[in-house]
């Protein structure tokens, strides 16, 4: 009997709850019929310039490839160990040494559009150092017989195979370093140019092999082949200093820039449903469902293709900077409120679409730093992410030159607020 009394209560219940729930809506948590809105506003971005970075932490930071290279002032050279081999009395106990070599995955060359580079390889002496540009040199022999040159028949994920001498490898222990080979890339000073090298995992990347025989006293035995792939490796990159370009807006990688763009949205331009201009406390209660600003390239710029793609960021300021001023990096936020903002282009694209929708809603919602201080439009900087990664550089019509079609502009779609 009380079973049945529950029951009962129960599906008035039901009945009760479903009385009050939108036909359309069965979950009963959506009442409102507002749909997402959408406006440009072609005169957000008034302005800024481009400065050199001045910091150094991104070097270590998610390398993408290994890079060797003089390119415009910038250099890069990489460094290669090698680790498990045979102890040296051993390896000079073989009857016989072939094939020793070490394979290098091409990943981007500056000699599939221009000119060959010639690399240089050293074995280094001292040991491994995890800045190359430590190294003296004293500190390391050149290997002549590995010079090798990227040639324009060498494609992307191509790979190389760069003979070495049996000497190298008979005597690869140094008296600093006992414990791994360590070889260092260099390109050669005659000419200009750069490349990439895939990074090394315990089955990929770089790889160091050999066919050897052990038997003395056996002629018939196969060769057996040792093979083992770089268990560090590392790379070291100086450039020239970039100065701070007026009415420029460019992003340089292997001379660090930077991009201020002064960012001055119109809040005026956010509506409700009827077309009328929402009140300051409305403006709050939007919702941003996405932002982004359209900067548009300058696909003329001779580094442009120096790598096929790029990795930008957008980051808020507290306060506006001085006129061209540098903008040091412990002034660039991403507060607890903003979520990792990654935009990519490539080579091939007219444009970039830098996501900003975050910063609009701090904008608009008022939100706060850590210390209290309330987001404002104090313009924005976009960041490179592979800066002292690639080559690689883009620039982008300024508002103060561009003509109108290639004029940057924000585009918002939001949700205004129901109640």
């Known amino acids: 009997m009380k079973r049945t009394t529950y029951l009962m209560l129960l599906i008035a219940l039901i009945s009760l709850l479903a009385a009050c729930t939108k036909k ?48 415009e002032g910038a250099k890069a050279m990489s460094i290669l160990r090698f680790i498990n081999l045979e102890p040296q009395d051993s390896i000079q106990a073989y009857t016989e040494i072939e094939n020793l070599a070490l394979d290098l995955v091409i990943q981007w060359s500056s000699a599939i559009e221009r000119a060959p580079l010639t690399l240089n390889f050293y074995k280094v002496n001292s040991g491994w150092a995890a800045d190359p540009d430590t190294l003296m040199e004293s500190d390391y022999t050149l290997i002549p017989q590995a010079t090798t040159q990227i040639t324009s028949t060498i494609n992307s994920a191509d790979t190389i195979s760069v003979a070495l001498p049996f000497e190298l490898i008979r005597n690869w222990q140094a008296d600093a370093d006992s414990t791994g080979l360590n070889i260092l890339i260099k390109a050669d000073e005659s000419n200009d140019g750069f490349v990439e090298l895939k990074l090394s995992t315990p089955n990929s990347g770089s790889r160091l092999s050999f066919d050897y025989k052990k038997a003395w006293w056996d002629d018939t035995s ?57 009140s300051a406390q409305d ?17 003329e710029l001779p580094n442009f293709q120096n790598t096929f793609s790029y990795s930008v960021a957008a980051l808020i300021l ?102």
């Open 24 to 71: 359309d809506n069965l979950t009963g948590t959506n009442f409102s019929e507002i749909e997402a809105l959408t406006f440009e506003d072609l005169e957000a971005a008034v302005g800024g310039y481009s400065f050199p970075a001045d910091s150094l932490l991104s070097l270590n930071l998610n390398r993408k490839n290994l890079l060797v290279g003089n390119w």
């Open 222 to 278: 196969e060769f057996a082949q040792f093979s083992v792939y770089a268990n560090l490796n590392a790379y070291s990159f100086s450039h020239p200093e970039a100065e701070v370009s007026p009415d420029a807006w460019k992003l340089s990688n292997f001379s660090p820039q930077r991009i201020y763009v002064d960012l001055q949205p119109d809040f005026t331009m956010f509506k409700d449903q009827y077309g009328e201009e929402l």
């Open 283 to 299: 403006l709050k209660r939007v919702t941003i469902n996405k932002a982004e600003l359209v900067l548009y390239i300058k696909d």
């Open 318 to 419: 507290k306060e506006r900077p001085e006129e061209n001023a540098i903008i040091p990096t412990v002034d660039l936020y991403t507060p607890e409120f903003i979520s990792n903002m990654t935009s990519f282009m490539n080579c091939n694209d007219d444009s970039l679409l830098v996501n900003i929708t975050p910063i609009i809603q701090a904008y608009i919602s008022e939100k706060t730093f850590a210390d209290g201080t309330v987001v404002q439009p104090h313009g924005i900087v976009i960041l490179s992410n592979y800066e002292r990664k690639d080559f690689g550089e883009v620039e982008f019509y300024h508002p103060s030159s561009a003509i109108i079609e290639k004029q940057p502009y924000i585009k918002i779609t939001y949700t205004p607020p129901f109640l």
